[in-house]
């Protein structure tokens, strides 16, 4: 049974950093690629970014390219994001996801396993 599991969010001003981690178990890491994605209150859930299997190459949302980075080690069985930058808008729930295929990393559809999810907050 897969498990992924958020930590590391919270309440930051504006101009701050966070990095938010996921430890995944029930899983081989290394055959999935990797996802976080964040829903703000009565909006759709929105891709921020995406990395391959080995963690060469990863994808962005526009909205948050430059300012976040997202790493993986399957070492350990963890994925995080880092996030510079803050801004008020930024403010949502960040969710972890896995994907075992070969669809786009960026829908959420392509998605077999997601975190319960972490509370991100910006003030301004």
């Known amino acids: 049974q897969a498990r992924l599991v958020e930590s590391g969010g919270g309440l930051v001003q504006a101009g701050d950093s966070l990095r938010l981690s996921c430890a995944v178990s029930g899983i081989t890491m290394k055959n999935y690629r990797m996802g976080w994605f964040r829903q703000a209150p009565g909006k759709e859930r929105k891709f921020v970014a995406g990395v391959e299997w080995s963690g060469t190459y990863s994808y962005y949302g526009d909205s948050v390219k430059g300012r976040f980075t997202v790493s993986r080690d399957n070492a350990k069985n963890s994925v995080a994001l880092q996030m510079t930058s803050l801004k008020p808008e930024d403010t949502a729930t960040y969710y972890c996801?896995?994907?075992?295929?070969?669809?786009?990393?960026?829908?959420?559809?392509?998605?077999?396993?997601w975190g319960q999810g972490i509370q991100v907050t910006v003030s301004s």
């Open positions: 996801a896995a994907t075992s295929g070969w669809g786009n990393i960026k829908s959420l559809s392509s998605y077999n396993y």
